[in-house]
């Protein structure tokens, strides 16, 4: 997983605002398999490896619920080391009775897709190697076939469910966003990402270090955006590490140069895009 560490640029956390905290981190670590690393009444924090927090659900005293037909998040995308371990996921989710809301082959990886019990969308995937990925003109392919569901599941026969995989990470994030144009500005010339798919006017895809992608972005459905709080429901902010300390202050340059603010925290920096989602940046 080369593309999920230095120097890559490259998502690896998430935050939720959500309406019950019990019912969810039941879903988040009976279902999905994650371990909570620490937790107090209001805020629970989740791990695959162990030592580094993935996923952060935090409790809302608020009423504002997220609607499919605004902003935010579409689905965060947990990446598996392998096939047989996707394998094992499935098994285990179809097994719990919890529903999938999909599955697809995209030649760069298979994916499974299903939602939280809050509707928070979700993907795990494993990646094919990059040398099967195939690029024409800067731009990766990738398709929405149906996935070989028996194929998976004879890849894990012998793997036995313990949770999720130590190894996993959070692949990529996927947003619905009010405006492409002004996200390809936000997310290309100021965050710093390549562009390496288009589709129509309605996505885009960008990553760094050649992946298939880090981040996607859509204007399906043609989303509203809203006037988040700390209080609102589904996504509160996810991280970007940046490989050194002079690549993240080259992004801040580019941040000021499009117009963005930015502000200064203990550990990292946080900046809002177009669409009022607010991204935090660190230096892995």
Do not use: C
Not at 100 to 108: R, Y
Not at 173 to 190: M, P
Not at 220 to 246: A, C, D, M
Request: glycine fraction near 8%; hydrophobic fraction near 35%.
């Amino acid at each position: 997983m080369t593309f999920h560490q230095s120097p890559s640029t490259y998502t690896k956390h998430v935050h939720l605002n959500v309406a019950d905290p019990s019912h969810i981190t039941t879903f988040y670590k009976n279902v999905l398999g994650l371990r909570i690393l620490n937790q107090t009444p209001s805020v629970v924090n989740f791990t695959a490896n162990g030592q580094d927090i993935i996923l952060t659900i935090e409790q809302s005293s608020g009423h504002s619920k997220h609607l499919p037909s605004e902003t935010g998040l579409y689905h965060m995308a947990f990446l598996v080391p392998s096939k047989k371990e996707l394998g094992a996921v499935f098994k285990h989710i179809h097994s719990s009775g919890h529903p999938f809301s999909g599955a697809s082959d995209h030649n760069v990886s298979e994916a499974l897709y299903l939602n939280d019990v809050e509707g928070n969308g979700i993907e795990i995937y494993y990646d094919r190697s990059p040398d099967q990925w195939i690029w024409q003109n800067n731009q990766v392919e990738m398709t929405i076939d149906p996935l070989d569901i028996e194929s998976l599941m004879a890849s894990s026969e012998q793997t036995i469910w313990s949770g999720m995989p130590e190894g996993t990470v959070m692949g990529h994030i996927h947003l619905r966003v009010a405006n492409l144009t002004d996200a390809e500005t936000f997310y290309v010339h100021g965050l710093g990402f390549d562009v390496v798919n288009r589709y129509g006017t309605q996505a885009l895809f960008v990553s760094s270090n050649s992946y298939h992608h880090h981040m996607a972005l859509n204007t399906w459905g043609q989303p509203s955006s809203i006037k988040r709080n700390e209080q609102t429901l589904g996504l509160k902010n996810f991280s970007i590490v940046y490989p050194s300390e002079k690549v993240r202050q080259d992004v801040v340059t580019q941040l000021a140069n499009i117009g963005s603010s930015i502000l200064t925290k203990d550990d990292y920096l946080s900046v809002i895009d177009p669409s009022g989602i607010e991204i935090q940046l660190f230096v892995g």
